[in-house]
């Protein structure tokens, strides 16, 4: 089955489920959001598909991306993107540096630098490699991230309230843009947000001591 698949995951505190067993498909090219109160397991659960649950906390059922499970895999095997509401530019790369450092290993240095420069152009920021990111708005911090993500080639693509931090105007033009970037790679997108507004396709409500509500 193509797209990301969960059966029946489950996250745990101790004997203490964050929210009841969940399975969902999310097909290429397509979007899921997952909505729910503070503290209910949405990040948790991103965290688990990447690999990097927290330790304290235990996680069942099964996950696979394009037919293959990703259960046990490290994260850099999973070949799976997130984009966080921070976007953990690196401050002492430039933002041609931060778009490298998500490129795959094996390149030559004149592919690294076409890849690079097409990203800036496909994020509308041509001719900013050498740039600080502390020079940067929001709005273009936000793009860099996105296309760094993007430029390791995922399979998969989760975001975790990635609109959360910008102003009304920009979070609508950079939530379209994400979006239809994803679209075009045929990406599966898992969307965590706790505004109806940012959702996209198939809404899951994941609730405590409740079934997840799928409308």
Do not use: W, Y
Request: proline letters at 10%.
């Amino acid at each position: 089955m193509s797209g990301l698949l969960l059966e029946n995951v489950r996250i745990a505190i101790g004997a203490r489920p964050l929210f009841p067993p969940l399975s969902l498909h999310v097909p290429r090219g397509e979007v899921a959001t997952l909505m729910g109160p503070s503290g209910c397991g949405k990040s948790s659960l991103l965290a688990f598909l990447c690999g990097t649950l927290d330790p304290a906390l235990s996680a069942a059922g099964r996950v696979s991306l394009d037919g293959a499970p990703l259960d046990g895999l490290p994260p850099e095997r999973r070949r799976v993107g997130i984009l966080f509401q921070d976007d953990l530019l690196f401050p002492h790369l430039s933002v041609g540096g931060n778009l490298g450092f998500g490129l795959p290993p094996g390149l030559s240095r004149a592919e690294r630098r076409a890849r690079i420069e097409a990203a800036l152009a496909e994020a509308e920021l041509p001719g900013f490699a050498e740039r600080d990111p502390a020079t940067l708005s929001g709005g273009q911090r936000a793009r860099v991230a996105l296309m760094r993500a993007l430029l390791a080639e995922p399979r998969a693509l989760l975001l975790d309230e990635p609109f959360g931090r910008l102003d009304a105007a920009l979070r609508a033009r950079f939530r379209a843009f994400v979006l239809g970037h994803a679209a075009a790679r045929g990406l599966p997108v898992l969307l965590v947000t706790h505004d109806p507004a940012d959702a996209a396709g198939r809404v899951v409500h994941l609730a405590p001591d409740a079934e997840p509500v799928m409308p």
